[in-house]
């Protein structure tokens, strides 16, 4: 780890259960960590603080469209969603729903506008964790839907998210590109850094 100056951890069933707080231990063994600590997720900023127990680190909120440094001063916001893009992503939505074997819970919010990207979790983004844990644990309910309805578009992309959801972003705007973005505004050497999850 000497080598490792850097440490990135995806932030749900990485460092925290989905959707939940950190365990005492893990938080202790990070603040441990004399590296530089950078927290990914699809999540909002929000999210990521009550989840990480407010731990000191650098924090790439949606996919990293919206970053804070350790201080939590605002490094960037990417630009949100268009409309058009906005409607686009809402309508091949539409089509998955029409596949599914259940009804939307909308208490547990199915859809989640987080600016820069749209978060849909068929089972809802707060449905319980016990739930969330069976509903896809290895991704093939949610391969299955696009390969069904496939999301073609010149300018968003979408990714298999967390344990339910699936994210749709701008094709620049995922979390490798903010990651490289994130290493090169702060000039850290690539090579010092290392991604977990």
């Not at 530089?36 to 650098?58: C, H, K, M, R, W």
Request: glycine share 6%; proline share 6%; with cysteine.
């Amino acid at each position: 780890m000497k080598k490792y100056q850097h440490l990135f951890f995806d932030m749900d069933m990485t460092i925290t259960p989905s959707r939940q707080s950190i365990l005492p231990e893990m938080y202790e063994l990070l603040m441990s960590l004399p590296q530089d600590l950078v927290i990914v997720s699809g999540s909002e900023l929000e999210q990521i603080g009550f989840q990480t127990n407010n731990l000191p680190a650098y924090y790439l909120g949606a996919n990293g469209n919206h970053a804070l440094d350790v201080e939590k001063h605002q490094l960037w916001v990417n630009p949100p969603l268009s409309k058009k893009q906005k409607q686009e992503i809402h309508a091949h939505i539409q089509k998955i729903i029409s596949l599914l074997d259940h009804d939307l819970n909308e208490e547990w919010e199915p859809i989640s506008d987080r600016g820069a990207q749209i978060t849909f979790s068929p089972l809802g983004n707060k449905a319980p964790v016990e739930l969330k844990k069976v509903y896809d644990p290895d991704h093939q309910k949610r391969l299955s839907w696009l390969k069904s309805v496939p999301f073609v578009s010149e300018e968003l992309i979408i990714k298999i998210g967390g344990s339910t959801s699936m994210d749709y972003l701008h094709k620049n705007g995922h979390k490798g590109a903010n990651v490289k973005k994130l290493i090169e505004y702060l000039n850290w050497n690539k090579n010092e850094c290392v991604y977990f999850g």
